[in-house]
Protein backbone atom coordinates (compact mmCIF):
# COMPACT_ATOMS: atom_id res chain seq x y z
CA UNK A 1 0.00 0.00 0.00
CA UNK A 2 1.10 3.27 -1.06
CA UNK A 3 0.25 6.76 0.33
CA UNK A 4 0.29 10.11 -0.98
CA UNK A 5 -0.54 13.44 1.04
CA UNK A 6 -1.49 16.01 -1.39
CA UNK A 7 1.38 19.07 -0.45
CA UNK A 8 -0.65 22.41 -2.06
CA UNK A 9 -1.74 25.46 -0.50
CA UNK A 10 -5.27 25.70 -2.22
CA UNK A 11 -5.81 22.68 -0.86
CA UNK A 12 -4.78 23.39 3.05
CA UNK A 13 -6.91 26.66 2.27
CA UNK A 14 -10.13 24.80 1.88
CA UNK A 15 -9.50 22.31 4.22
CA UNK A 16 -9.13 24.93 7.05
CA UNK A 17 -12.50 26.29 6.03
CA UNK A 18 -13.95 22.56 5.57
CA UNK A 19 -12.29 22.34 9.34
CA UNK A 20 -14.23 25.31 10.67
CA UNK A 21 -17.14 24.17 12.55
CA UNK A 22 -18.73 27.82 11.54
CA UNK A 23 -19.11 26.37 7.84
CA UNK A 24 -22.12 25.60 6.94
CA UNK A 25 -23.36 22.58 5.23
CA UNK A 26 -24.09 24.26 1.66
CA UNK A 27 -20.13 25.51 1.86
CA UNK A 28 -19.42 22.04 3.44
CA UNK A 29 -20.73 20.39 0.52
CA UNK A 30 -19.08 23.12 -2.19
CA UNK A 31 -15.52 22.64 -0.38
CA UNK A 32 -15.10 19.09 -0.52
CA UNK A 33 -16.18 19.24 -4.14
CA UNK A 34 -13.87 21.70 -4.85
CA UNK A 35 -11.40 19.61 -2.50
CA UNK A 36 -12.60 16.36 -4.57
CA UNK A 37 -10.94 17.97 -8.43
CA UNK A 38 -7.97 18.58 -6.42
CA UNK A 39 -7.25 15.12 -5.16
CA UNK A 40 -8.10 13.70 -7.92
CA UNK A 41 -5.59 15.03 -10.38
CA UNK A 42 -3.41 12.91 -8.05
CA UNK A 43 -5.26 10.35 -7.55
CA UNK A 44 -4.93 9.97 -11.13
CA UNK A 45 -1.90 10.05 -12.41
CA UNK A 46 -2.06 6.80 -13.61
CA UNK A 47 -5.36 6.06 -14.93
CA UNK A 48 -4.89 4.07 -18.10
CA UNK A 49 -5.25 5.50 -21.42
CA UNK A 50 -4.92 4.20 -25.14
CA UNK A 51 -4.15 5.75 -28.17
CA UNK A 52 -6.72 7.12 -30.53
CA UNK A 53 -6.61 9.27 -33.53
CA UNK A 54 -8.09 12.48 -34.66
CA UNK A 55 -7.82 14.92 -37.01
CA UNK A 56 -7.58 18.45 -35.77
CA UNK A 57 -8.10 21.78 -37.75
CA UNK A 58 -4.73 21.51 -39.08
CA UNK A 59 -4.30 17.89 -39.02
CA UNK A 60 -3.95 14.49 -38.43
CA UNK A 61 -3.05 13.50 -35.06
CA UNK A 62 -2.62 10.99 -31.90
CA UNK A 63 -3.96 11.51 -28.88
CA UNK A 64 -5.16 9.31 -25.84
CA UNK A 65 -8.39 8.62 -24.17
CA UNK A 66 -9.23 6.55 -21.23
CA UNK A 67 -9.05 3.04 -21.93
CA UNK A 68 -11.30 0.26 -21.50
CA UNK A 69 -12.50 -1.22 -19.30
CA UNK A 70 -13.49 1.68 -17.68
CA UNK A 71 -13.06 2.44 -14.17
CA UNK A 72 -15.46 2.37 -11.49
CA UNK A 73 -15.72 5.18 -8.88
CA UNK A 74 -17.12 3.87 -5.14
CA UNK A 75 -18.46 6.27 -3.05
CA UNK A 76 -18.94 4.93 0.54
CA UNK A 77 -22.49 6.29 1.71
CA UNK A 78 -23.22 8.53 3.33
CA UNK A 79 -20.24 11.07 3.09
CA UNK A 80 -18.75 9.38 0.14
CA UNK A 81 -21.79 10.25 -2.04
CA UNK A 82 -20.52 14.21 -1.24
CA UNK A 83 -17.32 13.16 -3.56
CA UNK A 84 -19.15 11.57 -6.27
CA UNK A 85 -19.87 14.77 -8.65
CA UNK A 86 -16.24 15.97 -8.16
CA UNK A 87 -14.42 12.82 -9.26
CA UNK A 88 -17.53 11.80 -12.36
CA UNK A 89 -16.65 15.75 -13.64
CA UNK A 90 -13.14 14.40 -14.05
CA UNK A 91 -13.88 10.81 -15.23
CA UNK A 92 -16.63 11.36 -17.16
CA UNK A 93 -16.76 7.42 -18.38
CA UNK A 94 -16.17 6.02 -15.34
CA UNK A 95 -19.03 3.65 -14.06
CA UNK A 96 -20.00 3.84 -10.20
CA UNK A 97 -20.79 1.55 -7.77
CA UNK A 98 -22.28 1.83 -4.60
CA UNK A 99 -20.95 0.45 -0.88
CA UNK A 100 -23.31 1.49 2.27
CA UNK A 101 -20.86 1.16 5.47
CA UNK A 102 -21.32 2.17 8.84
CA UNK A 103 -19.16 2.39 11.66
CA UNK A 104 -20.67 1.34 15.10
CA UNK A 105 -19.90 4.28 17.22
CA UNK A 106 -19.68 2.60 20.42
CA UNK A 107 -17.53 -0.93 18.97
CA UNK A 108 -15.60 1.02 16.54
CA UNK A 109 -16.28 -1.56 13.64
CA UNK A 110 -18.14 -1.39 10.55
CA UNK A 111 -20.74 -3.10 9.02
CA UNK A 112 -22.03 -3.07 5.10
CA UNK A 113 -25.59 -2.17 4.84
CA UNK A 114 -25.92 -1.89 1.10
CA UNK A 115 -23.24 -3.34 -1.85
CA UNK A 116 -24.64 -2.17 -5.72
CA UNK A 117 -21.66 -2.67 -7.69
CA UNK A 118 -20.18 -5.32 -10.83
CA UNK A 119 -19.00 -9.18 -8.97
CA UNK A 120 -16.40 -8.96 -11.63
CA UNK A 121 -14.06 -6.74 -11.49
CA UNK A 122 -10.85 -8.21 -12.88
CA UNK A 123 -8.97 -5.99 -14.36
CA UNK A 124 -10.93 -2.79 -13.04
CA UNK A 125 -9.15 0.09 -12.05
CA UNK A 126 -11.04 1.24 -8.55
CA UNK A 127 -11.40 5.02 -7.42
CA UNK A 128 -13.06 4.95 -3.73
CA UNK A 129 -14.46 7.80 -2.46
CA UNK A 130 -14.87 8.52 1.49
CA UNK A 131 -13.59 11.70 3.14
CA UNK A 132 -12.47 9.81 6.45
CA UNK A 133 -9.95 7.28 7.47
CA UNK A 134 -10.26 7.24 10.94
CA UNK A 135 -9.78 3.41 12.42
CA UNK A 136 -9.41 2.42 8.51
CA UNK A 137 -11.96 -0.67 9.66
CA UNK A 138 -14.42 1.31 7.00
CA UNK A 139 -12.01 1.58 4.04
CA UNK A 140 -9.95 -1.90 4.93
CA UNK A 141 -13.37 -4.13 4.69
CA UNK A 142 -14.72 -1.75 1.19
CA UNK A 143 -10.88 -2.47 -0.28
CA UNK A 144 -10.88 -6.12 0.72
CA UNK A 145 -14.57 -6.46 -1.03
CA UNK A 146 -13.15 -5.09 -4.10
CA UNK A 147 -9.85 -6.69 -4.08
CA UNK A 148 -12.18 -10.13 -3.51
CA UNK A 149 -13.92 -9.49 -6.83
CA UNK A 150 -11.13 -9.16 -8.45
CA UNK A 151 -9.82 -5.20 -8.63
CA UNK A 152 -6.23 -5.08 -9.39
CA UNK A 153 -6.12 -1.33 -8.93
CA UNK A 154 -7.63 0.42 -6.17
CA UNK A 155 -7.03 3.97 -5.19
CA UNK A 156 -8.96 5.60 -2.17
CA UNK A 157 -9.60 9.22 -2.29
CA UNK A 158 -10.09 10.46 1.60
CA UNK A 159 -9.87 14.25 2.73
CA UNK A 160 -8.39 13.24 6.11
CA UNK A 161 -6.48 10.37 7.64
CA UNK A 162 -5.60 9.47 10.98
CA UNK A 163 -1.96 8.02 11.60
CA UNK A 164 -3.83 5.01 13.40
CA UNK A 165 -5.73 4.30 10.52
CA UNK A 166 -3.20 4.72 8.17
CA UNK A 167 -1.26 1.84 9.99
CA UNK A 168 -3.64 -0.47 10.35
CA UNK A 169 -3.99 -0.05 6.45
CA UNK A 170 -0.62 -0.34 5.80
CA UNK A 171 -0.98 -3.59 7.88
CA UNK A 172 -3.83 -5.33 6.96
CA UNK A 173 -3.39 -4.57 2.66
CA UNK A 174 0.51 -5.07 2.73
CA UNK A 175 1.74 -6.33 -0.78
CA UNK A 176 -1.88 -5.11 -2.36
CA UNK A 177 -2.13 -2.65 -5.29
CA UNK A 178 -3.77 0.06 -3.12
CA UNK A 179 -2.95 3.83 -2.65
CA UNK A 180 -4.38 6.39 -0.35
CA UNK A 181 -4.81 10.05 -1.67
CA UNK A 182 -5.29 12.22 1.05
CA UNK A 183 -5.28 16.11 1.77
CA UNK A 184 -3.88 15.39 5.19
CA UNK A 185 -2.47 13.02 7.63
CA UNK A 186 -3.79 14.61 11.28
CA UNK A 187 -2.37 14.44 14.52
CA UNK A 188 -4.35 11.32 16.32
CA UNK A 189 -7.77 9.07 17.23
CA UNK A 190 -9.85 10.94 20.33
CA UNK A 191 -11.29 8.44 23.06
CA UNK A 192 -14.31 8.51 20.39
CA UNK A 193 -12.33 7.45 17.55
CA UNK A 194 -12.37 11.06 15.94
CA UNK A 195 -9.68 12.65 14.00
CA UNK A 196 -7.62 15.17 16.04
CA UNK A 197 -8.10 18.29 14.95
CA UNK A 198 -10.34 16.26 12.03
CA UNK A 199 -13.33 17.95 10.74
CA UNK A 200 -15.73 16.04 13.18
CA UNK A 201 -18.58 13.88 11.58
CA UNK A 202 -18.10 14.37 7.72
CA UNK A 203 -21.94 13.13 6.89
CA UNK A 204 -23.74 14.91 9.68
CA UNK A 205 -21.51 18.26 8.51
CA UNK A 206 -22.30 17.65 4.77
CA UNK A 207 -25.90 16.74 5.51
CA UNK A 208 -27.16 18.23 8.08
CA UNK A 209 -28.21 15.47 9.91
CA UNK A 210 -27.36 13.89 13.17
CA UNK A 211 -26.63 9.96 13.62
O1 LIG B 1 -11.99 4.62 9.60
P1 LIG B 1 -13.22 4.33 10.41
O2 LIG B 1 -12.97 4.32 11.88
O3 LIG B 1 -13.93 3.09 9.94
O4 LIG B 1 -14.21 5.57 10.22
C1 LIG B 1 -14.42 6.22 9.02
C2 LIG B 1 -15.84 6.10 8.58
O5 LIG B 1 -16.72 6.78 9.50
C3 LIG B 1 -17.54 7.69 8.79
O6 LIG B 1 -18.72 7.10 8.35
P2 LIG B 1 -19.97 6.86 9.32
O7 LIG B 1 -19.91 5.50 9.93
O8 LIG B 1 -20.09 8.02 10.27
O9 LIG B 1 -21.17 6.85 8.30
P3 LIG B 1 -21.82 8.09 7.51
O10 LIG B 1 -20.92 8.36 6.33
O11 LIG B 1 -23.15 7.57 7.13
O12 LIG B 1 -21.88 9.27 8.44
C4 LIG B 1 -16.68 8.07 7.60
O13 LIG B 1 -17.43 8.64 6.54
C5 LIG B 1 -16.01 6.78 7.23
O14 LIG B 1 -16.78 5.98 6.37
O1 LIG C 1 -13.39 12.09 12.76
C1 LIG C 1 -14.18 11.30 12.22
C2 LIG C 1 -14.05 9.90 12.34
C3 LIG C 1 -14.93 9.08 11.70
N1 LIG C 1 -15.92 9.62 10.95
C4 LIG C 1 -16.07 10.96 10.83
O2 LIG C 1 -16.98 11.42 10.13
N2 LIG C 1 -15.19 11.76 11.47
MG1 LIG D 1 -20.96 9.73 10.06
Known sequence: MRIHVVDHPLVAHKLTTLRDQRTDSP?????????????????TRDVRIEPVDIVTPVCPTTGVRLS??????????RA????????????????????????DEDTLKAS??????????????????????ATGGTLVAAINTLIER??????????LAAPEGVEVMERELAG?????????????LNEHGYIVPGLGDAGDRMYGTVG
Not at 27 to 43: G, H, I, K, M, S
Not at 87 to 100: D, I, K, Q, S, W
Not at 112 to 133: E, H, I, K, N
Not at 150 to 159: I, M, S, W
Open 27 to 43: TFRRLTDELVTLLAYEA
Open 68 to 77: HPRPLVVPIL
Open 80 to 103: GLGMLDGMVRLLPTAEVGFLGMVR
Open 112 to 133: TYATRMPDDLSGRQVYVLDPML
Open 150 to 159: GADDVTALCL
Open 176 to 188: QPVTVVTASIDER
